[in-house]
């Protein structure tokens, strides 16, 4: 299961790179201004929904599970992103951001949650690329840490 993470990330990277920069700002404003659901694959894999609400800030909501265990633990959590685009390629942003995580398991967890990542937004289709890691600060009922890492595609309504 690793290696087959660490290689969709690798794809990922190289896809967001590799795809032509020729959406214009005025475009990536029209895909910003929507709401967006659909898939993250890592840890945890499920579902992700983000919605713009400027060209910079954006607000990522995920309901997951956790591979990592035998038990497949629920996973929920939301955080307020803040978008850099990249002069140069102006559909490719570097974000970053802070929220909150709840894992539902024997021993459920509740903690701070601090995502970073990249994004690619399509020009001419209402979808994003992105690939992201989250260290979290666990909070209850223990203090500890934990991280994600996860590769995803959501599609703007």
């Given at each position: 299961m690793k290696?087959?993470?660490k290689s969709?990330?690798a794809?990922?990277l190289?896809?967001?790179?590799?795809l032509p920069?020729?959406?214009q700002?005025?475009?990536r404003?029209q895909?910003?201004?929507?709401f967006g659901?659909?898939?993250?694959?890592?840890?945890?894999?499920?579902?992700?929904?983000?919605v713009?609400?400027?060209?910079n800030?954006a607000?990522d909501?995920?309901?997951?599970?956790?591979l990592?265990?035998?038990?497949?633990d629920?996973?929920l959590?939301?955080?307020?992103?803040?978008h850099?685009w990249f002069?140069?390629r102006?559909?490719?942003?570097?974000?970053?951001g802070i929220?909150?995580?709840?894992?539902f398991a024997?021993?459920s967890k509740?903690?701070?949650?601090?995502?970073?990542g990249?994004t690619?937004?399509?020009?001419?289709?209402p979808?994003d690329?992105?690939?992201?890691?989250?260290?979290i600060?666990d909070?209850?009922?223990?203090?500890?840490?934990a991280?994600?890492g996860a590769?995803?595609a959501?599609?703007?309504?």
């Amino acid at each position: 299961m690793k290696k087959i993470l660490k290689s969709l990330a690798a794809v990922s990277l190289i896809l967001i790179f590799m795809l032509p920069a020729d959406a214009q700002a005025q475009l990536r404003q029209q895909v910003t201004k929507n709401f967006g659901i659909g898939a993250m694959f890592g840890e945890p894999t499920g579902v992700t929904v983000k919605v713009w609400s400027g060209n910079n800030v954006a607000f990522d909501v995920g309901g997951a599970w956790s591979l990592a265990s035998s038990d497949q633990d629920l996973h929920l959590h939301a955080s307020m992103l803040f978008h850099s685009w990249f002069n140069d390629r102006p559909n490719v942003a570097f974000y970053y951001g802070i929220g909150g995580r709840i894992l539902f398991a024997d021993d459920s967890k509740i903690g701070v949650r601090i995502p970073f990542g990249l994004t690619y937004v399509m020009g001419r289709l209402p979808l994003d690329l992105f690939v992201e890691v989250a260290p979290i600060l666990d909070l209850v009922p223990d203090t500890g840490f934990a991280g994600n890492g996860a590769v995803g595609a959501r599609i703007y309504f």
